[in-house]
């Protein structure tokens, strides 16, 4: 197990703002905002910590709009069947108190989120959108296999060296306490290495028999939606921690000796969960009433899991959709246009 050590600086704080980042992914353009004679100083979402950041690489925000846009879509396309299904929230705090306490949700959300800044500013590195860095050229030369390592390999080391930057100079030097900032820096971490972990190798040959003898080959990260994947995995199998204090530094170990040791890659969190069910305001908690749900399922889209034991209404719904394709030449598609009732089950 991987321990992770931080001296404990308890500080009093406005509230955790951390992730409010995040809420860049709902401003339609920060182009405006960073024309504004404030620039930086201006762009709502930004921290103290990452005001130089942004003011040291101004064309970078774009990438890290990019970036929390990507955390928020791959949350909500994880999480689509369960009660805490990602919504987002009005204000600055996208996710509202669910992201910022330490839960087993709040764990995946900066997990995603700190892997979603380093794919964005390393797809821009290797699209030639950033000055300050481009293709990895570090991966060159001939390989004992026969190989030639050319090409724009994903520059990776850079897009992590941002995004533990900016994401996690805030969480150094805020937080509700010591063992908070433990655990978001760790799970951003993971997110980070799970990113890195699962790079592959992309390939050109070049000789014309087609035997490949000669190819040229460089690293690509993997999709946004596999590491996401992946991410969801580490959610299931998170593990439970609680402070402990080991000579001068603060140590996250397992709650339970049954719980397995966590790696690096692992997905950790201090408490349990709120309750979904219900409308919370406070926790900025949606509720699942009004959720459609699948009548027929035991999985956790299925009214039963989904309403908690509430019930649901059954409304019939007029569905259209295109029916009788026919190809006609040359060359398009005619259709018409098929109306029909469905059932669509909904929580009380």
């Not at 979603?116 to 390393?122: M, Q």
């Not at 699209?127 to 300050?132: A, C, N």
């Not at 039963?304 to 029916?323: M, P």
Request: aromatic share 8%.
């Amino acid at each position: 197990m991987e321990m992770v050590c931080l001296h404990a600086v308890l500080i009093p704080v406005q509230c955790v703002a951390a992730v409010t980042w995040l809420y860049l992914a709902k401003q339609t353009s920060l182009q405006v905002s960073l024309q504004d004679r404030r620039g930086c100083d201006g762009l709502m979402g930004l921290v103290e910590e990452q005001i130089p950041i942004c003011q040291w690489q101004v064309e970078a925000m774009d990438a890290v709009k990019q970036g929390a846009e990507l955390a928020v879509w791959e949350c909500q396309h994880k999480f689509h069947s369960r009660c805490w299904n990602c919504s987002t929230l009005q204000g600055l705090q996208v996710f509202g108190k669910v992201a910022v306490q330490g839960t087993w949700e709040a764990g995946f959300i900066h997990a995603i989120s700190a892997a979603g800044i380093a794919f964005a500013v390393t797809c821009a590195c290797s699209h030639g959108e950033l000055e300050k860095c481009g293709c990895n050229c570090k991966i060159r030369g001939a390989n004992p296999e026969g190989f030639q390592w050319s090409g724009c390999s994903d520059n990776l080391s850079y897009g992590i060296a941002f995004s533990q930057a900016f994401v996690g100079n805030p969480e150094r030097s805020h937080g509700v306490s010591s063992s908070q900032a433990l655990v978001n820096l760790h799970n951003n971490e993971a997110g980070r290495k799970d990113l890195l972990t699962h790079m592959k190798v992309e390939c050109k040959c070049h000789d014309v028999s087609g035997s490949c003898k000669v190819c040229t080959r460089w690293k690509v990260m993997p999709s946004f939606r596999k590491v996401g994947n992946i991410l969801k995995e580490k959610f299931e199998g998170a593990t439970e921690v609680y402070p402990k204090w080991v000579s001068s530094c603060e140590l996250l170990v397992p709650k339970s000796s049954r719980f397995k040791p966590y790696t690096a890659h692992d997905l950790v969190y201090l408490l349990a969960s709120p309750d979904f069910c219900d409308w919370d305001p406070r926790q900025g908690v949606l509720g699942t009433s009004g959720r459609q749900c699948n009548q027929t399922f035991l999985a956790m889209d299925g009214c039963k899991l989904l309403c908690c034991d509430r019930g649901f209404h059954t409304a019939q719904v007029e569905v259209v959709e295109l029916c009788s394709c026919k190809f006609r030449w040359c060359c398009s598609v005619k259709c018409k246009q098929c109306r029909h009732l469905v059932e669509v089950h909904r929580c009380r």
